[in-house]
Nanobody, 118 residues
Framework: QVQLVESGGGLVQPGGSLRLSCAAS????????MSWYRQAPGKERELVAT????????NYAASVKGRFTISRDNAKNTVYLQMNSLKPEDTAVYYC???????????WGQGTQVTVSS
């Protein structure tokens, strides 16, 4: 059974930091590219950041570039999203997604809430 379990969300003040984690099980982690998406109330889900299966390439949405960093630890089957200089507009439910590198299948986590507010 495939599971992606996000953690690390919460309430933080503007300018603060959070680190999200997504632990994968039931998959060969090294064959999946991993991504973080987010969905704010009333808005569509949007891609935040992606990292390749080998961890050798990353890509970011323009709105988070320079503030967020995606990384992965293949030994721990975990992907991370370090979020710095958080803004109220970063408030959303954050989801991780696993995409097989050959496009064969994909999986979503259940999401973790991030709220940026004073």
């Amino acid at each position: 059974q495939v599971q992606l379990v996000e953690s690390g969300g919460g309430l933080v003040q503007p300018g603060g930091s959070l680190r999200l984690s997504c632990a994968a099980s039931g998959v060969t982690f090294t064959t999946y590219a991993m991504s973080w998406y987010r969905q704010a109330p009333g808005k569509e889900r949007e891609l935040v950041a992606t990292i390749t299966s080998a961890g050798d390439y990353t890509n970011y949405a323009a709105s988070v570039k320079g503030r967020f960093t995606i990384s992965r630890d293949n030994a721990k089957n975990t992907v991370y999203l370090q979020m710095n200089s958080l803004k109220p507009e970063d408030t959303a439910v954050y989801y991780c997604k696993a995409d097989h590198r050959l496009g064969l299948r994909y999986y979503w986590g259940q999401g973790t809430q991030v709220t940026v507010s004073s």
